[in-house]
């Protein structure tokens, strides 16, 4: 029988895949928050050190970029926005590789688009790489390659990048982290009677129950593109985890019992293909 609570489905997983946006690890001055991922790999460390397996999954380098490089904030054509994301995303390595040497680990940097995940050589060259990774000790860090990516073949959100890459793992269980605590019914800061959704074992009836649109989005998806999400690994048996990467303790927290969000339900399923 599946788990029904947070605490209890990643009281079950060894293999865990965490995705991080953008709003989680911005400061809101727009800069880098090196304390937010200081944590956060102290929390992976000690996961790790349980037996866990972990796989990050991290937006951001724009944030990093902006954060590095004076004057391009105005620059909104593809081909800046290309060239940012290519400056941003080694000083968010950079930063990524510096929390995890406080915990003594390797992190290893993987940048996918779309076709990767459709090519069958692709693919399993990809999950070869993942599996060999996370079995010495490292941690995977992965996000769309933005500085190559167009339309046609960009997958276009850490999202659905984040449960691709999950069903390609096999994964016991997806966290995305967030600004907000879950699924709410409706927009939370403009409607006090908004609720929480904390279980959801059907997509559909929940998109029929909650109010969508631009005021409710967060993050560079949204709340539409976490639903996709869920849909497509819970369609594969892995459950998914909506939760608030503001705070304290976000990971340790949800794992002891502490935080609360929104827990999407596996559905039973023995087909774990892309």
């Known amino acids: 029988m599946a788990a029904a609570t947070i605490k209890e489905t ?11 946006g953008s709003n989680s690890l911005a400061k809101e001055d727009g800069t880098i ?28 380098a724009q944030v990093a970029g902006l954060s590095s490089i004076n004057g391009w904030a105005h620059k909104k054509d593809l081909l800046y926005r290309q060239a940012l994301a290519a400056i941003g995303q080694v000083e968010l390595m950079d ?3 510096a929390a995890f040497k406080e915990q003594n680990l390797h992190v290893a940097q993987l940048l996918f688009v779309k076709e990767d995940f459709e090519d069958y050589h692709h693919t ?3 999950r070869n790489t993942l599996f060999t990774l996370v079995d010495e000790g490292v941690v995977p860090i992965i996000n769309e390659n933005d500085s190559v990516s167009f339309e046609e073949n960009s997958i ?18 997806l966290v995305l982290f967030s600004d907000i605590d879950g699924i709410y019914t409706d927009n939370p800061k403009t409607n006090s009677e908004a609720k929480l959704v904390e279980l959801v074992a059907d997509t559909g009836e929940l998109l029929r129950q909650i109010v969508l649109g631009t005021t409710n989005s967060f993050g560079t998806g949204g709340v539409k593109t976490k639903i996709q999400a869920a849909e497509k690994v819970t369609e594969k048996g892995i459950p998914l985890i909506l939760a608030n990467s503001r705070r304290e303790r976000p990971l340790t927290s949800l794992a002891d019992g502490t935080n609360n969000g929104t827990l999407f339900l596996a559905k ?6 892309l």
């Not at 990643?10 to 991080?20: S, T, W, Y």
């Open 10 to 20: 990643l009281q079950a997983a060894k293999k865990i895949v965490i995705k991080f």
């Open 33 to 60: 928050n090196l304390s937010f991922m200081n944590t956060i790999a102290a929390e992976c460390a000690a996961l790790m050190a349980q037996g866990r397996q972990l796989i990050v999954v991290s937006s951001g």
């Open 95 to 97: 930063k990524w590789r």
């Open 124 to 126: 399993l060259n990809m």
């Open 156 to 173: 276009g959100d850490n999202d659905n990048l984040s449960a691709l890459t999950a069903i390609l793992w096999n994964a016991d269980v």
């Open 268 to 273: 039973e399923s023995k087909d774990k293909s």
